[in-house]
């Protein structure tokens, strides 16, 4: 007989992990929890392991302060095997020393090769002074039970897997045990069940018991995107908002995605209160140091230009990192519908009427040899353009649209003086076009003109370096366009549909080149690009909108 908490068997063994196929990614998070509930049925909550029957570990605090969360992982559905061999002790030991605030530690022993065992002798290198997550599919209040008897600080919940009251009973197990819940979200529809379990930890005095946890990997099909933790935390937001919370605003991290130093600076600099760090930290231990420093540093530079009355000092001097935040803001207003970035704008009634329209981003072309350039000489006029957007905002109830320069040369006149104009507030971002090498991230995102798929390759590289968004933008090599210059675009080339599709492989598709009112809707449909970048197809002559191929442009894109 089994016991039915702690009973099964007692040896185990491991079948091969092979990364799944495109087409059974879809229903891993399916299989990996009916897979679940078979095994609790045949070998109990604890999987056949031996449980102690006391705690004797003292409970640390789960991520008091902004940090990291390091995980000991050795395989994965997406990535096969990553750490088969690891010593989970000595990992744990390993991660502390780089200086985490916590360790994540896999239990789920089909898909991640993980088990109770790891947890506990994480639990054991981890000692008194860093937290211990268990991470898993966890499904009763058995199972947090049994992470509390082997030392964890804290339990997963996944909301997207669990109902409602079921979510709140383990919620106030874990809570009634004094361990911590990081209870993660990635669904519209997983809103209102983490709203409900932040009130629970509020009635039982366990505010500082909770963490919203927030993945940028959608564990249906394993897809990264760095920027829905924070299009998830904006909608949080506005729900604490219109439902009037009582309680304080909860510490929210961003999960996954996290590969490399870079990529772990642009995530601090974003305003979260720690990032959990699963493949690249369990595959290169020795290199966990690097992740913990660039994280943190960014961290603390983050809440430095957020306090106080420093905060409008650093937005002034910086604006560093504002354009995503803002961003992030439309994303999730639009709801999966695609973002229109009318560009090579020069006259105010043109950008009145992009705002009409309902445009979300409009573009300011800053580069001498562009004949929709603007120059340094006109500041002023972008200054204007810009309170004249906020007052029709303010008096037509429209929205307002984000303002955006493009450059081609970071050292030009025009592009300092784009630069200065971002980092006063009056755009919100640079588009840095055909300058990779030169991006600042902290400022905007870059334009990469591509001609044929080699040239993917810097796209491909500037997504490993922490860029969640680059922008294709069509390039014509066998032509000349207005400069002699391809990183001015102008050639009115569309790019091939084999390289539109190998560029939506490699991450989110902002499509620039060619696009017109007449292709305009064909595009989004085929590709369902999430931002279409127009700019000559609607003009009367360059840097001239022409208002009937402007309006049918977004009629055709918003009512197709």
């Not at 072309?365 to 500041?379: G, M």
Request: glycine fraction near 8%; proline fraction near 4%; charge should be negative.
């Amino acid at each position: 007989m089994r016991d039915p908490l702690y009973g099964g068997l007692t040896d185990f063994s491991f079948a091969p992990v092979t990364p799944p196929s495109e087409n059974t990614m879809d229903d891993i998070l399916t299989r990996i929890i009916e897979k679940r509930r078979a095994d609790i049925r045949e070998k109990g909550f604890a999987y056949g392991h031996a449980v102690p029957s006391k705690r004797t570990r003292p409970i640390v605090s789960f991520l008091p302060k902004a940090g990291t969360i390091l995980e000991i992982k050795r395989a994965s559905p997406s990535k096969g095997l990553i750490a088969p061999d690891l010593d989970a002790k000595a990992t744990a030991v390993a991660y502390k020393k780089a200086g985490t605030a916590a360790i994540s530690c896999l239990t789920e022993e089909n898909f991640f090769h993980g088990n109770l065992i790891d947890l506990q002798q994480a639990c054991e290198g981890a000692g008194n002074a860093v937290a211990v997550l268990r991470k898993d599919f966890l499904l009763s209040e058995e199972e947090v039970e049994i992470a509390y008897l082997c030392g964890a600080d804290a339990v997963l919940l996944i909301a997207r897997i669990l109902p409602e009251e079921t979510l709140l009973r383990m919620a106030e197990k874990a809570f009634s045990l004094g361990i911590a819940v990081l209870l993660e979200v990635r669904e519209d529809s997983d809103l209102q069940k983490a709203f409900s379990a932040l009130e629970k930890a509020h009635r039982m005095s366990a505010d500082d018991k909770i963490v919203l946890g927030i993945n940028s990997r959608d564990l249906k099909t394993f897809t990264i995107d760095l920027l829905i933790p924070l299009k998830l935390k904006a909608k949080i937001q506005k729900l604490f908002a219109e439902k009037n919370a009582d309680f304080p605003f909860p510490r929210v991290i961003s999960e996954s995605g996290v590969t490399s130093p870079e990529a772990a600076d642009f995530v601090g600099n974003l305003g979260f209160d720690g990032v959990l760090i699963g493949e690249a930290a369990a595959r290169n231990p020795e290199e966990a140091e690097k992740l913990v420093k660039a994280f943190t540093n960014a961290a603390q530079n983050s809440d430095t230009a957020a306090s106080g009355a420093m905060q409008n000092t650093m937005q002034k001097i910086t604006g560093a990192y504002s354009f995503w935040k803002k961003l992030a803001v439309k994303l999730a207003e639009k709801n999966g519908k695609s973002l229109v970035k009318i560009c090579g704008l020069t006259r105010k009634e043109d950008a009145l009427l992009a705002q009409e329209l309902g445009a979300d981003i409009i573009g300011f072309v800053f580069a001498e040899k562009s004949k929709r350039t603007n120059r340094v000489e006109d500041k002023e006029k972008i200054k204007e353009i810009r309170a004249a957007l906020q007052e029709n905002a303010l008096l037509q109830e429209r929205k307002m649209p984000l303002m955006v320069g493009v450059i081609v040369e970071m050292e030009s006149q025009e592009g300092k003086a784009a630069i200065e104009l971002c980092e006063q507030g009056v755009l919100d971002g640079i588009q840095f076009h055909g300058i990779p090498e030169k991006a600042q991230g902290k400022l905007g995102y870059v334009a990469i003109p591509v001609a044929d798929e080699s040239e993917l390759l810097k796209v491909l590289e500037l997504y490993k370096s922490g860029f969640p968004r680059v922008l294709i933008d069509a390039k014509n090599a066998s032509s000349q366009n207005a400069s002699g210059d391809a990183r001015y675009g102008g050639t009115g080339t569309t790019l091939s549909g084999e390289i539109v599709e190998k560029a939506s492989s490699l991450g989110i598709l902002w499509l620039s080149g060619g696009i017109n009112p007449e292709n305009a809707a064909e595009l989004v449909k085929r590709f369902s690009p999430e931002l279409i970048d127009v700019s000559s197809g609607i003009e009367s002559a360059p840097g001239i909108k022409d208002a009937n191929k402007m309006e049918k442009l977004m009629t055709e894109i918003f009512y197709e």
